[in-house]
């Protein structure tokens, strides 16, 4: 452009001159307007007649300033809408005016809009005289722009006079690249629309539109960029996508929200689409971008801020990767409906994706694989419709697995994030808190839904201060979180009588598989801490449910734990403190283990416990000053050890329900002295399993943890063995093989059949039971008979 520029600025100098050179020392004018003090002593080094650069040397002129002048140059001719092809033959270098044809004494001056002047070398002196911008095409294998020459068109004053050249011009063809000059575009156009052309050379070959260039040596700043102003750009279309690849970087198209309408960036291809550094902000009555590919879309280091249906919508038959990027509006300046808009056929993955303070949406992705979401933040999505509330942060579908990770979606309106995917989900580092509209007549204020025909899996998360729900999963396989809070989700409705309707829970969890929860804290939630359903086991470790309240005397609702089973369940260190009701309720199939349980200060009884005629083995805990009992009983034979204390109960310490169970008789047991072996050596304690070779640690499926517990009243106390389950380490890893050797072929013990997770062993030690963690599904070990 510069060149142009200094050719324009000759032109001007010279009819400035012819006209006024009787008369006295001339000043021109770009925009019009007084000048100021006289301008300093200039050098130019360059020229340009014909788009080429060509370099030659021309005098510094100094002049006096005229008294009061009352001229000003011409106004620069704008190039129309559809542009002016250029003359295909440029004018000889030879006969270009330059500043050296200038007479003595003439003084030459650029004024700027606000009447400054400004020194005629500066980049603000070339864009106050520019009336053209630069947009060249060159082959994709020129990487080095040069108007005019090796394989490249001229400069042109508009993309629309550039696109015109082309489509009469075949003989350009194949890939290519478009170069726009950095800084602010000129061409005029409010429309660059590539579908007015017949552009059948270039149309089915990668095509890259480069914005950032600089005309002075020709090069490519990575860090630059070209401005649009109210000018939007349209790519192919549905019934004609761009038959190749399309890549734009280093655009900026900004629009006056109250004028220019429709989508800032429209673009279909039949294959790729890549954007790097583009920005679109403000359209006014459109997205920022549409982006419609046969194949894949990358987005990176970009921004589609408050446009107005949407920041970028895309749909993609590949796959989408959008890294450093923001779909979102300014707090104080809310517009775009929906942030970002996603229908892949492949998968999808953001990493450092922003797409917050929406209105409606911040993020909505259906794609066929997987989702992947890296440090990313869909927040502050609200609106109202009348009395309707809208405002979403993440809703994501999947037909693969879902993987989150750093992922931020709090306050708004509706929900954090919606997750349903057909295999996995997998959340960690992620926050779901505060989504809430604080109305007294709507509640829909959720941090987390998960829907999964798979497994799921949270750690280090958190679903805290929600109104109706922390955090609610639905899955097919089995679930397992960690380390993770569903805390202080209370919401209070009111109806037109002004009688109130209570909400907000911690946790619920329904699936067929096996539930496990370490390190969990769900408390000071109105309904219930955890509800948890499971078809196999529920093992829940290290964890607390408590302070679950309404905080109405006559609406008595907080529960702190609920726990249905279709096999066992396992509490290990869990406390079930001061809930409105009662700290736990337990309903399980299979036995029941409570070890070092804290259930103090509920409001009923602090745990409740029902079997199918099968065992409650009780492990020491804390069970004292609850409403009722510290311990309630249906249909389970106890078994009591490590001395549990039970105190100041308003009913009563153990409550036992009569049951028509058949129980075995339980009488104390005194082992015999172990026999000697053929070989004369004493056999392995029953409470102790031999090391295992090399060979079966390495061949054989290893189990985390064996509890062994005897048949009789109180457990054995045997190092080995430990407090229930050793803590689930104090025993270590042992294999099939291991177990098998230790207790049948060296102890002569009776194996009963067992599938899952419990090996009933007789041993001359009497029966013992041995618990598998997690459970082995599927897998019979029978010992000999």
């Not at 002075?216 to 401005?227: L, Q």
């Not at 190749?244 to 039949?270: A, D, E, K, R």
């Not at 509006?329 to 994706?353: A, E, K, M």
Request: net charge negative; charged share 10%; glycine share 10%.
């Amino acid at each position: 452009m510069l060149i142009k520029v200094r050719s324009s600025l000759l032109s001007l100098v010279i009819i400035a001159v012819l006209f006024f050179s009787a008369i006295g020392p001339t000043i021109v004018y770009a925009d019009g307007g007084t000048t100021g003090d006289t301008p300093p002593t200039e050098t130019t080094t360059e020229c340009a007649s014909d788009g080429t650069t060509n370099e030659c040397s021309s005098e510094a002129v100094t002049v006096e300033a005229p008294a009061a002048p009352d001229v000003s140059a011409p106004a620069a001719e704008e190039p129309s809408a559809g542009g002016n092809e250029p003359s295909a033959e440029a004018a000889p270098a030879e006969q270009a005016a330059t500043l050296s044809d200038v007479p003595d004494n003439t003084t030459v001056a650029v004024v700027n809009a606000e009447g400054q002047s400004e020194p005629l070398a500066t980049q603000a002196a070339a864009e106050a005289l520019a009336t053209t911008s630069d947009p060249i095409w060159c082959p994709a294998a020129q990487t080095t722009p040069t108007p005019g020459a090796n394989g490249c068109t001229s400069s042109f004053s508009s993309f629309n006079a550039l696109l015109t050249f082309l489509s009469a011009n075949p003989t350009f063809q194949g890939a290519g690249t478009i170069y726009v000059q950095q800084g602010a575009y000129q061409g005029g156009e409010s429309s660059i629309n590539f579908n007015n052309y017949s552009l059948s050379n270039i149309s089915n070959a990668p095509l890259t539109i480069q914005g950032g260039w600089n005309t002075s040596n020709n090069s490519v700043d990575p860090a630059a960029i070209s401005t649009f102003n109210n000018t939007s750009f349209v790519i192919g279309s549905a019934t004609n996508p761009w038959g190749g690849s399309l890549t734009i970087n280093n655009l900026t198209l900004g629009f006056n929200p109250t004028g220019q309408s429709g989508t800032g960036l429209t673009v279909y291809s039949q294959s790729d689409i890549n954007l790097t550094n583009v920005t679109v902000t403000n359209s006014a009555t459109g997205a920022g971008a549409e982006l419609n590919a046969g194949s894949n879309v990358t987005i990176k280091n970009s921004k589609f801020d408050r446009n107005k249906t949407a920041g970028a919508i895309i749909r993609a038959i590949g796959s989408v990767a959008i890294s450093d990027s923001s779909f979102s509006n300014p707090t104080n300046g809310r517009r775009q409906i929906t942030g970002l808009d996603i229908v892949s056929d492949g998968s999808v993955s953001l990493f450092n994706v922003l797409a917050n303070t929406n209105r409606e949406a911040g993020a909505t992705i259906k794609a066929n694989g997987r989702v992947t979401l890296v440090n990313s933040s869909f927040s502050d999505t609200k609106s109202t419709k009348g009395s309707a509330f809208f405002g979403y942060g993440l809703q994501v579908e999947s037909g693969c697995a879902i993987d989150l990770d750093t992922v931020t979606s709090n306050d708004n309106f509706l929900w954090g994030a919606s997750l349903n995917a057909v295999g996995d989900v997998s959340i960690i580092n992620s926050i779901f808190n505060a989504n809430t509209t604080a109305s007294p007549g709507f509640i829909d204020d959720t941090g987390l839904l998960i829907t999964s025909g798979g497994k799921v899996s949270i750690n280090n998360s958190k679903a805290d201060d929600n109104r109706l729900i922390g955090a609610t999963i639905n899955a097919q396989g089995d679930v397992a979180i960690n380390n993770s809070s569903f805390s202080n989700n209370k919401g209070v409705t009111l109806d037109s009588a002004g009688n109130q309707t209570f909400h907000g829970y911690g946790l619920q969890v329904v699936t067929p598989g096996n539930i496990s929860l370490n390190g969990v804290i769900a408390s000071n939630n109105t309904l219930f801490g955890a509800h948890l359903e499971s078809g196999l086991d529920v093992n829940i470790l290290n964890s607390d449910f408590s302070n679950q309240t309404s905080g109405s005397a006559t609406d008595q609702t907080g529960r702190g734990l609920e726990v249905i089973s279709g096999g066992s369940v396992i509490l290990d260190t869990v406390t079930l403190n001061n809930n409105q009701t009662f700290g736990a309720n337990i309903q399980a199939v299979d036995g029941i283990f409570l070890d070092t349980v804290t259930a103090t200060g509920n409001g009923q009884n602090g745990v409740e416990v029902k079997g199918n005629c099968t065992t409650l083995f009780l492990i020491g805990g804390t069970y004292s000053n609850n409403g009722q009992y510290g311990l309630s009983i249906t249909d389970l034979q106890l078994n009591q050890s490590g001395s549990p204390i039970f105190a100041t109960n308003g009913a009563g310490d153990i409550f036992q329900n009569p049951t028509t169970c058949v129980f075995p008789a339980s009488t104390p047991f005194t082992p015999p002295t172990p026999p000697v072996d053929n070989t004369g050596s004493t056999p392995v304690d029953n409470g102790t399993l031999a090391n295992t070779t090399q060979a079966e640690s390495t061949t054989e499926e290893s189990v985390s943890t064996v509890y062994s517990l005897s048949s009789s009243s109180a457990f054995r106390d045997s190092a080995a063995i430990g407090s229930f389950v050793g803590k689930f380490n104090n025993v270590g890893n042992v294999t099939l093989n291991s177990f098998l050797a230790n207790t049948t072929l060296a102890q002569s013990t009776h194996v009963s059949l067992f599938i899952g997770k419990y090996a009933y062993v007789y041993s001359l030690y009497g029966m013992q039971i041995f618990v598998y963690y997690p459970s082995l599904d599927n897998v019979a070990m029978v010992g000999p008979h």
